[in-house]
């Protein structure tokens, strides 16, 4: 460090405008602390690539193979299901990244920061969850508009193509963005219960990933009627084109990962204002 | 915001009265009551693990207090509506995300009371990190990252100072440089309050102490009254050229002597007067006779040596004060 001498002669203080804390003001602050981290971008980036590339990628796959396959694969075989294949792989980014709006914030100490900036505490969380929904939301809007678009065309090879008017597709590639966004806020709630990245990370991976395959092990008859609770069944109802006897209707089961993510976020809430940092 | 009859930089009370906060079973800090006031430097002294900067977390909100009240201006820091503007502080571990630039956490800050963007540069210049405010703040020294803290303290322009251990990591130059810093801010009526356990920094930069271990207040008063009063009973430096005979005849006198070097005694519980006199009567030559004051460093190993919380081993500790073998 050398530029230190001149800066004895800098006025501390300016014209400085004071104004008070509000919740538009931490909205942008959380804007801004957003899109300055590398990780950040990365996983966004990765969120996007998945979500539009890997519905093309299997549809050519698949047609590719289309005389080889299964005819029961054949008969089943969805078009909305297939160009919105990739959020299997999205919703990984997207809990990661949610997860890591708050505890990046604890492992490296920012919190304190933050709090001292903001000492009422919910505004930020608020802002987070909505900032960061609001981005899921509209990366993701545009990824499954994509995949949608770019795999029908690819689907006509054998003519098991559908359009954006047919109306599940609609509702299919607008849920993508709408689970997306919801499961962001899913996530930043799991980071602030936590607090620990690592922590954090298991425990969404725990829930999404982990529990439907421990589901699968169970006799038939209770994986049917556990099944459409799960936080995974009960969210992606909204972003797909088949329903089952034994899932929820797509609001319907949007409407229940709706309501786990809000009991998850006001739980956090209520700790969040209690904890020391 | 500020009543008219101050001017605009008439730092508040900070008031702590009866502050107590507890861990599970361990008491960090123990009915602890004082104030700091403004206009001048007032150093927080204790050693590691003393409770300084739990202190200072609970008069930031960032943990609560399990009793008692910590207070600015009359108000728990909790209901400051811009608190950037009331108190500027930076904590000893860094507060600050690694992965972010020094511009971008200072810009984050900024808008959640929206404070333009002139103003982080202004900052930035003023701590003299303008060359690399776009890197990312992991690279930074800790030096760096010091000044970035004060960058952040000083960005809402507020009238209250709050520093833990503000010189860890500088080098002298930065140093000087944050001292005469503090000063200055003082000076211009702030309040300014900084914890540290490097005694002879506190000496060069605050006025007054609030001295505490284990939690609990040893002292709270100026920094000449608390080497003063941990000067009492001090000891007599004596040089001489007969120093064993000297040693011998003082010892007689049931006097505690301990030798310093080849030549040099240091005498506890005789008067410069009385050590001249016993000179006189055995007819030996004292070449230098002169009454040592602690300096701050004994003052406060002899006032909190009884409350440091881990003891270092038996060889580190500090022999100036005691019985030298």
New interface residues.
């Given amino acids: 460090?050398?530029?230190?001498s001149?800066?004895?002669d800098?006025p501390?203080?300016?014209a400085?405008?004071?104004?008070?804390?509000?919740q538009l003001?931490?909205v942008?602050?959380?804007w801004?602390?957003l899109w300055?981290?590398?990780?950040t971008r990365w996983s966004l980036l990765a969120g996007v690539v998945a979500m539009a590339g890997l519905g093309p990628l299997i549809a050519t796959f698949q047609m590719n193979r289309w005389a080889r396959l299964d005819p029961g694969d054949r008969l089943h075989f969805n078009a909305i299901n297939t160009s919105l294949g990739g959020y299997h792989f999205a919703q990984l980014a997207i809990g990661v990244l949610g997860v890591l709006v708050l505890t990046?914030?604890y492992s490296?100490?920012?919190?304190?920061?933050t709090?001292?900036?903001?000492?009422?505490r919910l505004p930020v969380l608020w802002a987070k969850a909505g900032t960061f929904a609001a981005v899921a939301f509209v990366l993701m809007l545009i990824s499954a508009l994509v995949a949608f678009l770019a795999t029908q065309p690819i689907l006509t090879q054998h003519h098991v193509q559908t359009t954006l008017g047919h109306a599940p597709a609609l509702r299919a590639v607008i849920g993508a963005a709408l689970y997306m966004a919801v499961l962001g806020v899913f996530a930043t709630g799991l980071g602030a219960l936590v607090r620990n990245t690592a922590g954090g990370i298991s425990l969404f991976a725990g829930l999404l990933f982990v529990l439907p395959g421990v589901v699968n092990i169970l006799p038939t008859s209770m994986q049917n009627a556990i099944n459409p609770y799960l936080p995974s069944v009960a969210g992606a109802t909204i972003l797909s084109g088949t329903h089952d006897a034994h899932t929820f209707s797509a609001w319907g089961g949007f409407a229940l990962f709706c309501g786990y993510t809000a009991v998850v976020l006001l739980v956090a809430a209520v700790l969040l204002g209690?904890r020391?940092? | 915001?500020v009543p008219a009859a101050r001017t605009?930089?008439t730092g508040p009370m900070i008031t702590v009265e009866n502050l107590t906060k507890r861990y599970g079973e361990k008491v960090a800090v123990d009915d602890l009551s004082f104030q700091v006031k403004p206009g001048i430097v007032t150093g927080f002294l204790g050693p590691n693990g003393a409770g300084k900067s739990t202190t200072m977390?609970l008069i930031?909100?960032?943990?609560?207090p399990t009793s008692g009240s910590a207070t600015i201006d009359g108000r728990s820091?909790?209901d400051?509506?811009?608190?950037?503007?009331e108190?500027g502080?930076i904590?000893e571990?860094?507060?600050?995300?690694?992965?972010?630039?020094a511009y971008?956490?200072l810009?984050?800050?900024a808008?959640?009371?929206?404070?333009?963007r002139s103003?982080v540069n202004?900052v930035i210049?003023?701590?003299?990190l303008?060359?690399v405010a776009r890197q990312r703040v992991g690279g930074f020294?800790l030096?760096?990252g010091q000044?970035l803290g004060v960058a952040?303290a000083?960005l809402?322009?507020p009238r209250v100072l709050i520093l833990d251990e503000p010189a860890n990591g500088l080098?002298p130059?930065?140093i000087l440089?944050i001292r005469?810093?503090l000063k200055?801010?003082a000076k211009?009526g702030r309040t300014v309050f900084l914890s540290s356990h490097l005694m002879a920094e506190m000496a060069q930069t605050a006025e007054r102490l609030v001295v505490i271990g284990r939690g609990r207040l040893i002292a709270d008063t100026t920094v000449e009254e608390f080497v003063r009063r941990a000067s009492t009973g001090a000891a007599v430096r004596v040089v001489s050229p007969q120093a064993t005979a000297l040693r011998d005849a003082l010892t007689a006198k049931n006097a505690r002597v301990d030798s310093i070097e080849r030549g040099v005694l240091e005498v506890h519980g005789l008067t410069g007067q009385a050590i001249g006199e016993i000179a006189l009567a055995e007819g030996i030559v004292l070449a230098e006779l002169t009454p040592v004051q602690a300096s701050l460093e004994q003052a406060f190993m002899q006032l909190t040596g009884e409350t440091v919380e881990y003891h270092a081993a038996s060889t580190d500790e500090p022999t100036t004060l005691r019985e030298a073998a």
């Fill in positions: 460090m050398s530029a230190t001149a800066t004895l800098t501390v203080r300016a400085v405008t004071r104004g008070r804390v509000t003001r931490v942008r602050s959380e801004t602390k300055s981290l590398r990780s990046g914030e490296t100490g920012q919190i304190r920061s709090f001292m900036a903001v000492p009422k209690r020391d940092t | 915001m605009a930089h977390r930031l909100g960032l943990d609560a820091y909790l400051f509506e811009a608190p950037l503007h108190v502080a904590l571990a860094r507060a600050i995300h690694t992965g972010r630039s971008n956490h810009l984050a800050l808008q959640t009371h929206g404070i333009a103003r202004e210049e003023v701590v003299g303008q060359d020294s030096g760096m000044r952040a000083l809402g322009d080098d130059e930065g440089w005469t810093l200055r801010l211009e």
